[in-house]
């Protein structure tokens, strides 16, 4: 295309855009135009992308980190001839695939759910690592950034991840429009600002004017050609370009504008310009092979050791088994055992630091390239990534979030390195699995068993060891539970996951000397729940005490209740779990004053008869 | 001091350290050891505090961002008299206020609880913001960092923040020894590589030898004398410094030294040093002083408006009739509707840009200078502040979080703006408060009686407007509800709270005109909960729906459970939330497609009765 024909695109993506947010009466029209003239000239010329196969390995890969600029890709995904017209004018409806923020889930296009600023650049990331380091397949990742997203600090995670891997496959177009939702940005429209900082962070950077489709060309260009660290175009445009009315004004964000019909003329009108981006080359992927056989650990009955370890062994084993499995950890692989994966599988190992986020950010961008990735730091320091997860869930990406360092039997280190938190934060997501073993056989299971399951699979893992309870052949199915005491005579059940099934078999064992029979099961699969397990054990013993490493909101004990959600009569409940703000102690101190140790658990038994 | 006696002390603290740690059994004796020097000349020559009087306003402030580091800390506390040495070798055990990592709640020398690393920093900015802007109280923040926590983006958030601000009162010292916990750093040694970053986001930069004491000294008087910009100090050391067999050495991390005697024997022996830290000037608190008389907003019975809009004017006549309360948003004011606050309280409203993190961080650091903080964003983004949160509540810090937009009811935007696992996230946080208005009176209300509370109080707000159906002097008591339908024919009850409550309402009213009464709970404190009323209406109606604007789990449905946890029958129970992934759509339809507007919940509560 020449120059004058890409300043037409340019318009024509501004027309459709604000035809778009017309329609809805919603949306971020003005948030499109000032990076139309950006998105034209890399789909006309920069793009390699085969229309009619968006699953085609060697595709380029788009990610809209500013999401709300869904116009903007939505009318590109019509220039190319993915959408029509009339499903363009669906924008935001109920029924359409073109929501307010583009989603995966029902556009194959689009590779991640964007809309929360500060992800794309990161998950593009992800995207580029696999490209670099394990497709190899010479694809480049672009992705679109607003300028108020900058001020992220996922961003300059992103930013130090990309250069220190060497991602010149990754280029980062900033649409430097210099306004944000409710005024001006840090730095308005100082370009050298935001040029000092990717330089500083090792990325090649080039300041264009955003409008000058020929600057845009050479900037692209130079990317393109750029070897050995990833480029940040800055590029100055205005926000509302092309509109006089709305042109470079505040307090017009996320507004359709008021005269679609006014504006459409304005910018010269209707356009159907169709655009045929460049082919991928061919290219095979390398993952699909598998990497060979190895059957997963196995542990010998009363051995103790703890289910990270069991993590680290079992995930090196599954990594031996399969081709497409990768790991990733956040500068803590010797306490999560992650290392032992590192160990044996060194090419599909990713060290990401101290940086939560961008660990969860590239396990997503990995895994929309087709990857299997495992996640891991301490359960407490996924809290950092909270928002990635979301966002994940969102996506409908399958990724496996690994949490070490449980609960207060940690010891020691004290509240702040102890999840006690997580299991509420994994369980509200959308389609999430949550799973929490108790041995290192059941570990191993589970540590394989996620890989093939959908969205966000959650394991958690515990400091201490543990004795192993269970035969290397025992299966554990994702909802199920096991059934550890069980008598005719029992008249209560306790409910206990990870550390406290060991106590509460205690505890059952003390109460049995005593004449007190009391059914004790290891709910390993927090998410979903057994129900029907749970259900026969409220009939027969009549109530159940949960027990939990944890605080007592939305973990275990909130998970219990969903077997009794169907209007039938609930049990009786009682809920043991971390009621007040540790401090340092030992293990078994911790457990003792959290009220979760097997004396304690016996204790509330009694307790409960006596008010039966 | 002159050169030796520095050299000294900070040999001393290396001792204490190493004796503290092994004492525990546990604990981070070499990266204690590394910042040993870097303390030593902070304490003895630029620190100026008042060690008898830890509020004294003029009070310099620490905060060692590198938590683990807590030995070395410890050992300055014995240093200048704070703590005993049998104190200090009582670390990490069971009731120590030594613990692991350090948190204010036992030691009010402490401004902040550290230990989930790239924290440190970010709090510091709010505590410089609070000097400069607030307090002009002339004390400086010292916030000792390590170099692995630099990869956290939270550390450039905050960078970015404090420059800004022209945060001249705020030095970062960064303990540059190369080794994070099980390997190097990304960086190692190289100083320049940090000095680039800091100095691209503003701040001015020294590189020194961190084992050097002249050179810190000169380094931290020149920090002093740096205007209009903050100063990071760049230092070079060894982790282990001084002991031959751990200095710069791999897979020591967090671990005690081997042989502590002959360690303190290489160190020199112990020492038994007292200094005094430089006295702070007199200074008079402003925000002591009320800023003036000002009533809450009324709201007239059937208005309607947001409760979000009730957020905003409530906090602006907040901040007149309190010259204490501070707004902190995060770009998002015009949503939030922080503007207001911001436009009537310029000098007391903190812009945040899209930084959740530092918007939290900040809150928290204006918290620990005695200012109340309100902090609010999209619910959905403040999932990207949740380490945050969960750190301010070991800290035991007061502060305010307000979550606009909440769940599906915002509409068109799309799941990634809709918060949908808040209520579930903040119920979780230790000692945490939970409210979620339904009308502007109430909200009013709530925004006032939040301030008065401990830890963290989470305000949760509508984007659409609702109707008033309280008048203005009603009162709503944290832990309380409000029963708006009730009869002696009751058959359910209908559990519900933000939108949820005018749709049960009007579920309630359709299912009157079949003759079925159900009785109606505004739950407006969702943490905690008003067990009476929960209980009554159990026992009196037989049968609960929850209904909640938020994913089944964590939320309203299972916070409800808290009212039956103490062995008595549980009611039976239905619960109404959102459990598919939503697209874009009308408030409305969202409302509907999710089954929880009047048409939904009438429809549930019509089964419930079949299933009775």
Redesign the interface.
Same mark, same amino acid.
């Given at each position: 295309m020449n120059t004058a024909e890409l300043v037409e695109l340019g318009q024509q993506l501004r027309v459709d855009s604000v035809r778009a947010s017309d329609a809805?009466g919603? +949306?971020h029209p003005t948030s499109s135009m000032s990076a139309a003239d950006l998105m034209a000239v890399l789909l006309a010329h920069h793009f390699r992308y085969d229309v009619d196969r968006p699953a085609h390995p060697g595709n380029d890969r788009f990610v809209l980190s500013k %999401?709300h600029a869904s116009p903007l890709l939505y009318s590109a995904f019509k220039a190319v001839g993915l959408v029509e017209d009339a499903e363009l004018l669906t924008?935001?409806?109920? $029924?359409?695939a073109?929501? $307010? !923020?583009p989603?995966p889930?029902?556009l194959p296009w689009v590779e991640t759910?964007? /809309?929360?600023?500060?992800q794309g650049l990161p998950v593009g990331v992800g995207i580029a690592l696999a490209g670099k380091r394990l497709d190899r397949a010479g694809y480049r990742v672009w992705v679109l950034c607003g300028d108020?997203?900058l001020? @992220? %600090?996922?961003?300059?995670?992103a930013a @130090?991840h990309a250069s *220190?891997e060497h991602l010149d496959n990754l280029t980062a177009i900033v649409d430097v429009n210099r306004l944000?939702?409710?005024g001006t940005?840090?730095h308005g429209h100082d370009l050298d600002a935001y040029a000092?900082?990717f330089?500083?962070?090792g990325w090649h950077t080039v300041e264009i004017d955003g409008h000058d489709v020929d600057a845009i060309d050479r900037a692209l260009g130079q990317a393109r050609s750029t070897a050995g660290q990833p480029t940040a175009i800055l590029a100055r445009t205005l926000k509302g370009k092309g509109v006089a009315s709305v042109q470079d004004r505040e307090g017009l964000h996320g507004k359709p504008l008021k005269n679609a019909e006014e504006a459409v003329a304005e910018l010269g009108g209707r356009r159907e310009a169709r655009i045929r981006p460049q082919e991928p080359p061919a290219v095979r992927m390398l993952h699909a092979v598998p990497a060979g056989e190895s059957e997963p650990p196995e542990f010998g009955l009363g051995e103790t050791i703890a289910t990270r370890d069991a993590y680290g062994r079992a995930l090196a084993a599954l990594g031996s088994a399969r081709g497409d499995i990768v790991a990733l950890d956040g500068?803590? $692989?010797?306490?999560t055992r992650a290392?032992l994966f590192a160990k044996e599988h060194p090419d599909r190992y990713f060290e990401c *630091?101290?940086?939560?986020?961008?660990m969860v950010a590239a396990a997503v961008g990995l895994a929309t390239r087709g990857w299997v990735p495992y996640a891991a730091t301490f359960a407490?320091?996924l809290?950092?990534a !909270?928002?990635f997860v979301?966002?994940a869930?969102?996506s409908?990406t399958g990724i496996n979030l690994v949490g070490s360092h449980a609960g207060v039997a940690i010891?020691?280190? /004290?509240?702040?390195?102890m999840g006690? @938190?997580d299991l509420?934060?994994m369980?509200?997501? *959308? %389609?999430s699995t949550v799973l929490y073993p108790c041995d290192a056989n059941q570990t191993a299971r589970l540590v394989a068993t996620m890989a093939g399951l959908d969205g966000i699979r959650y394991l958690r893992t515990t400091r201490g060891a543990s004795p192993v309870i269970y035969g290397p052949d025992e299966e554990f199915p994702v909802g199920g539970s096991k059934v550890l005491r069980s008598s005719g005579q029992d008249r209560m059940t306790l409910v206990a996951a990870g550390v406290t099934v060991h106590e509460a078999l205690a505890a059952a064992d003390a109460l049995e000397r005593e004449g007190i029979r009391a059914r004790v099961i290891d709910l390993y699969s927090v998410?979903p729940v057994d129900r029907t397990v749970l259900r026969r054990a409220a009939e027969e013993t009549g109530?159940l005490i949960t027990v939990e490493d !944890? !605080?007592e909101? $939305?973990?275990l +004990?909130?998970?219990v =209740?969903d077997a009794?959600?169907?209007?039938?009569?609930?049990?009786?409940?009682?809920?043991l779990a971390v009621r007040t703000?540790p %401090?340092?102690?030992?293990p078994e101190?911790q457990l003792h004053?959290a009220g979760i140790d097997a004396v304690s658990i016996a204790a509330a038994g009694r307790? =409960?008869l006596t @008010?039966?």
């Open positions: 809805a919603s +949306g %999401g924008f935001r409806a109920l $029924g359409s073109l929501e $307010g !923020h989603t889930r029902r759910a964007t /809309g929360s600023l500060g108020s997203e001020a @992220e %600090g996922s961003v300059w995670e @130090e *220190y944000g939702q409710r940005t840090r000092r900082r330089q500083a962070f500068e803590v $692989g010797d306490s290392e *630091y101290i940086a939560e986020q961008q407490a320091f809290t950092r !909270h928002d979301r966002m869930s969102i409908g010891g020691q280190d /004290g509240p702040s390195q006690l @938190e509420a934060m369980r509200a997501v *959308y %389609g998410k109530c !944890h !605080h909101e $939305g973990g +004990g909130d998970a =209740l009794f959600l169907d209007g039938r009569p609930v049990p009786r409940l009682r809920r703000m %401090g340092s102690a030992s101190e004053a307790l =409960l @008010e039966a």
